[in-house]
């Protein structure tokens, strides 16, 4: 047998042969039409919590999904919901719903911050949240996700309390935030 040696590739070549397959990887449609854009969701989501629920019936334990989210659009309007469902997909649909009935519309500066110093106190979750010029967003846990989709930067949050549930933590940055909702 001869010695096949094969020849380069350019990359200009392997370009082009990757368009007319439809992308870098190939995936496209066999009948050559483009697929349609997909339209971007009105509010962006960030799950929080997703745990596994039980209740005890007289067969044994029937399981289903409990769903905490955060809901926002990046420029003033936030929400915290909590759907359950059997299905996570149906969990996360109806915290999603859930959140959109309880979004409060912030009134922020033009630099995206809060005007003034607010705490809050939801359980026994506590937060403060100061303006911090120049800063960005320094926040941990939830309470980083709830002022993140709310599209508030230059902000210091801080929990004071030792609690670890997420959702009573979002829920007091949301109590915290509602002194400047309008």
């Not at 990887?25 to 050559?32: E, I, S």
């Not at 659009?73 to 915290?80: E, I, M, T």
Request: hydrophobic share 35%; glycine share 10%.
């Amino acid at each position: 047998m001869a010695d096949e040696t094969k020849t380069p590739v350019k990359t200009s070549q392997r370009r082009n042969n990757a368009d007319r397959r439809g992308g870098p990887r190939g995936g496209g449609r066999r009948d050559g039409r483009a697929r349609p854009e997909r339209e971007k969701p009105e509010y962006d989501q960030k799950l929080i919590d997703v745990r596994r629920v039980a209740r005890v019936v007289s067969g044994g334990r029937r399981f289903s999904f409990s769903v905490a989210l955060v809901a926002g659009n990046r420029k003033g309007k936030v929400g915290v919901g909590i759907g359950k469902a059997t299905d996570t997909t149906l969990a996360i649909d109806k915290a999603m719903r859930n959140a959109k009935r309880g979004m409060i519309t912030l009134a922020l500066t033009k630099t995206m911050s809060i005007p003034h110093e607010s705490s809050a106190k939801y359980c026994s979750a506590r937060v403060v949240i100061k303006p911090a010029h120049g800063r960005g967003l320094v926040a941990g846990s939830s309470v980083r996700n709830v002022l993140a989709l709310a599209g508030v930067t230059d902000v210091n949050a801080k929990l004071l309390s030792k609690t670890k549930n997420k959702l009573n933590n979002a829920r007091a940055a949301m109590k915290a935030l509602h002194v400047f909702a309008h």
